[in-house]
């Protein structure tokens, strides 16, 4: 069982900056992607940023040129870094990771942590 556990989040100003981490333990054979997603009070979830297993990123408009995700492999860790907060930015922020604990078949996992809030102020 992969588990992912975040951590980073808060309270902060306008304008302030954040860094977030998940980092996953457990039988892991390969992270293959890894995401970033929020869920703002009232709004469906939405995937903020996603990175591949070859470094290839993906954000969501609104937060282009503000946020930058990131992984280490060696820690299987991910990280997103979060600059000039805004307050529409509010929500909580989960990780997901999806890979396979060994090489062979049926072994694929697709795990969330737990959510990490985020609250800026105006």
């Known amino acids: 069982q992969v588990q992912l556990v975040e951590s980073g989040g808060g309270l902060v100003q306008a304008g302030e900056s954040l860094r977030l981490s998940c980092a996953a333990s457990?039988?892991?054979?390969?992270?293959?992607?890894m995401g970033w997603y929020r869920r703002a009070p009232g709004k469906q979830r939405e995937l903020v940023a996603r990175?591949?297993?070859?470094?290839?990123?993906n954000y969501v408009d609104s937060v282009k040129g503000r946020f930058t995700i990131s992984r280490d492999n060696a820690r299987n860790t991910m990280y997103l870094q979060m600059n000039v907060l805004k307050p529409e930015d509010t929500a909580i922020y989960y990780c997901?990771?999806?890979?396979?604990?060994?090489?062979?078949?049926?072994?694929?996992?697709?795990?969330w942590g737990q959510g990490t809030q985020v609250t800026v102020s105006s």
């Open positions: 457990g039988s892991i054979s390969r992270i293959n992607n």
């Open positions: 990175i591949s297993s070859g470094g290839s990123t």
């Open positions: 997901n990771f999806v890979g396979s604990t060994c090489s062979g078949w049926g072994c694929q996992f697709d795990s």
